[in-house]
C-alpha cells in the first residue's frame, strides 16, 4: 500500500537536548521527502528535504538521513529550543512507477521542548 | 516567490450548502494541484489530485461527486463542497508544484480554510 509511518507520535525533551523522529514509506521508487513543522492552525511549513540520490543532509541544527535500502527517513533536531515546539510531518512522494505522483503525510509528531 | 492563495481563510455554513474554497498560484503555473484535509490533531489527508484540463483523481474513499474539483486553468483550482455535514468541517489545505519544476521539487501550500459545518 501507499502509506508513511512516523514514530513517535509524541516526543518531549528538554531545551539544549537533540530531537529525532523517524518515518518509513512502502514506495520503493520513492525519490522526494521532506518535512514540514505545523503550528497550530497554520499550513505546513517545509524544513528541509532530501532527494533519493543523497543520504544525508544539513541545514544548521536540522538534518535528515535516507536510507533506501531499509527505506527510512530521519529528523534529527539539534540544540533545541521551545520554539521548536509544534507537530512535524514526514513526507514521501509516492506513485512514482504509476503515473499518479503525490506526497503522501505520515501521521505526525507532536515534540514538545520544556525550558 | 511562489506563492499559493487559498480563499476564504475560514468559512461557517449551514448543514445542506454548498460550500467553494479557490486555490490560485499567484506567480507560476501549476499543471498539478492537490487538496488535503486535516482534521483535529491528525494528518494531512490527501483528498484528490487536481489535473488542469482534465477530470481530477480521487482517492480512495473520497466521494467525488461531494466534493467536486474544478482545475479550468494553470493558475486556479476549485473545491465545492456540496450539501455539506457537521463531519465535513475541517481544514482544507491546497498545494501546488510550478510545473516548471521536477516531480520531486517541493510543492508550495496555500494558507487552508477552516470549514465549519452547523
Known amino acids: 500500500g501507499e502509506n508513511v509511518e512516523q514514530h513517535p507520535s509524541t516526543l518531549s525533551v528538554q531545551e539544549g537536548d537533540s530531537a529525532v523522529i523517524k518515518c518509513t514509506y512502502s514506495d520503493s521508487a520513492s525519490n522526494y521527502f521532506p518535512w514540514y513543522k505545523q503550528e497550530l492552525g497554520k499550513r505546513p511549513q517545509l524544513i528541509i528535504d532530501i532527494r533519493s540520490n543523497v543520504g544525508e543532509k544539513k541545514d544548521q541544527r536540522i538534518a535528515v538521513t535516507l536510507n533506501k535500502t531499509a527505506k527510512h527517513f530521519s529528523l534529527h533536531i539539534t540544540e533545541t529550543q521551545p520554539e521548536d515546539s509544534a507537530v512535524y510531518f514526514c513526507a514521501a512522494h509516492l506513485g512514482m512507477n504509476t503515473g499518479f505522483q503525490k506526497l503522501v503525510f505520515g501521521t505526525g509528531t507532536r515534540l514538545l521542548v520544556s525550558p | 516567490g511562489a506563492v499559493v492563495s487559498q480563499h476564504p481563510s475560514w468559512v461557517i455554513c449551514k448543514s445542506g450548502t454548498s460550500v467553494k474554497i479557490e486555490c490560485r498560484s499567484l506567480d507560476f503555473q501549476a499543471t498539478t494541484m492537490f487538496w488535503y484535509r486535516q482534521f483535529p490533531k491528525q494528518s494531512l489527508m490527501l483528498m484528490a489530485t487536481?489535473?488542469?484540463?482534465?477530470?481530477?483523481?480521487?482517492e480512495q474513499g473520497v466521494e467525488k461527486d461531494k466534493f467536486l474539483i474544478n482545475h479550468a486553468s494553470l493558475t486556479l483550482s476549485t473545491l465545492t463542497v456540496t450539501s455539506a455535514h457537521p463531519e465535513d468541517s475541517s481544514f482544507y489545505i491546497c498545494s501546488a508544484r510550478d510545473r516548471g519544476r521536477s516531480s520531486n521539487s517541493p510543492l508550495h501550500f496555500g494558507n487552508g480554510t477552516r470549514l465549519t459545518v452547523t
Open positions: 487536481s489535473n488542469e484540463g482534465s477530470k481530477a483523481t480521487y
